[in-house]
């Protein structure tokens, strides 16, 4: 398979789950972060891909995947539609890999479904006192709801840049600053495109994986687990509080040195025996995907920017189709402006038609 990956859904209780499939061999559940997708995992083909099959869903409410029917209200609630999804590609056991919300699903699949679980694979896990969670999440989600002004693209495009640099991301202090390296540009704007299509709801699965944040979920998986402790990682502090904890024997740290390498080589080493003793994916029978929707979508007649990374950009192409909309429909004979059209929603979609580079 090509390091294009095969995408595909699943048709599970009120909606889809999106996929992206990559690689052959035994089956590897891969779980992403908030608030991004699946297509995240695309750095990790060169890697895993001749050793497993890659199997990255979009979190419900993620990426393409329907949000779940019921609003959850703890991240086991997930967990029902991941089955359903493994049940619709036809697996019965596979191993799994999660990073941060990621790792928090996999928790709670391994402890709700552990004969579906061959092996668990964290990275990014974490153990908060309620003190540090109360202290964390204040300020951590902002409001993204669109505005007409445009605003809350400045501060969702922040967010997504802070991320991979700083946690608490909105932290100002050096203590909190893991990595100087200003991210690539192209990252934040996939990372940015990820979160406008979680919608304004984006903090939903992201509230449920900081509440999961405890040793003592944990401690509840009996599945065989690595727990990855990455020096150059962004959340390494609050992994070693966790692996502080009397964990059980089934769950080990996996240390990985510093720098990229070093981190996909443990990730490599773990996946390989975490689903060596499985039987190769067989995903000849899943329906491919095809976001017809997106496809038939009118892309308005606009520029559209390159990325700066102040976020400058977005609320110039953000101006350029207000202006679109307030003339749209106006009358060639007239010279008066129409309001009755400008509604941010509707300019949030325009938006993403424009940016989504799909």
């Known amino acids: 398979m090509s390091d294009r990956p095969a995408r595909f859904a699943v048709a599970v209780d009120g909606g889809i789950v999106h996929a992206r499939a990559w690689g052959s061999g035994p089956p590897l559940l891969m779980l992403h972060p908030s608030p991004l997708s699946s297509a995240i995992f695309a750095g990790f083909v060169p890697v895993l891909s001749p050793h497993v099959t890659m199997i990255a869903l979009d979190t419900p409410g993620y990426g393409q995947s329907s949000p779940l029917t019921s609003p959850p209200e703890l991240l086991a609630d997930y967990v029902p539609t991941v089955l359903a999804f493994l049940d619709g590609i036809g697996l019965d056991r596979v191993a799994v890999y999660g990073s941060a919300t990621g790792a928090q699903l996999g928790i709670e699949l391994a402890r709700l479904a552990p004969d579906r679980v061959a092996g668990l694979i964290l990275e990014n896990a974490a153990h908060f006192s309620d003190a540090d969670r109360e202290r964390l999440l204040k300020g951590y ?83 065989p687990t690595k727990v990855i402790r990455w020096e150059s990682g962004l959340l390494t502090r609050w992994t070693e509080v966790l692996l502080d904890h009397d964990l059980p024997a089934n769950i080990k740290a996996a240390d990985a040195g510093p720098g990229l390498p070093a981190r996909m ?44 990374r102040s976020g400058a950009h977005l609320l110039e192409l953000w101006q350029q189709l207000r202006d679109r909309r307030w003339w749209r429909d106006v009358d060639a004979a007239e010279t008066e402006p129409l309001t009755a059209d400008l509604d941010a929603n509707a300019l949030q979609r325009d938006l993403l038609a424009v940016l989504d580079v799909r």
Not at 192 to 205: E, H, I, K, Q, T
Not at 289 to 301: C, I, K, L, Q, T
Request: hydrophobic share 45%.
């Open 141 to 223: 989600f902002p409001d993204l709801t669109p505005v007409l002004d445009g605003t809350h693209l400045l501060r969702g495009w922040t967010m997504m840049r802070e991320t991979s640099q700083v946690f608490p991301w909105y932290s100002g202090r050096e203590a909190d600053r893991i990595n100087r390296v200003p991210p690539p540009l192209a990252m934040v704007h996939a990372g940015f495109l990820d979160l406008l299509r979680a919608g304004p709801d984006y903090a939903v699965a992201y509230r449920a994986a900081f509440a999961n944040e405890r040793a003592e979920q944990l401690a509840k998986v009996t599945v």
């Open 265 to 308: 080589d443990c990730i490599r080493t773990l996946a390989v025996d975490a689903a060596g003793s499985l039987p190769a994916a067989d995903l000849s029978g899943v329906v491919a995907y095809s976001d017809r929707a997106s496809d038939a979508a009118e892309v308005p007649d606009v520029e559209s920017l390159p990325p700066v």
